[in-house]
């Protein structure tokens, strides 16, 4: 078997590469998503059974490691860390707020 370095096989299919991509930012952005899911949809099954038991009395963004956490719950809680720096309000058109 001939075996290939990592930066040849993520070259696109048109340049003789397989297109493979970096699968760790892959899944820190499936992650990553979770959490979302976690702040905009409170009401999907997901979000309540992971509330009740890792975050009852707070958010998502708000919520810790607890005791005996689950790998999945480590997991999204890591994503935590890229959710707040790229998440933010956005009011109207950014220039005023009318209240």
């Not at 340049?15 to 930012?25: D, K, V, Y």
């Not at 810790?64 to 480590?74: A, R």
């Amino acid at each position: 078997m001939d075996w290939l370095a990592w930066d040849k096989l993520c070259v696109s299919k048109e340049l003789g590469g397989l297109s493979f991509q970096n699968i760790h930012a892959f899944n820190l952005a499936m992650l990553g998503k979770q959490g979302w899911k976690f702040i905009s949809r409170s009401n999907a099954l997901s979000t309540k059974v992971f509330k009740s038991k890792y975050f009852p009395k707070r958010n998502f963004m708000g919520a810790d490691l607890g005791n005996n956490p689950s790998y999945s719950w480590q997991s999204i809680l890591f994503s935590k860390t890229v959710l707040k720096e790229c998440v933010g309000w956005k009011l109207g058109n950014e220039e005023n707020v009318n209240v």
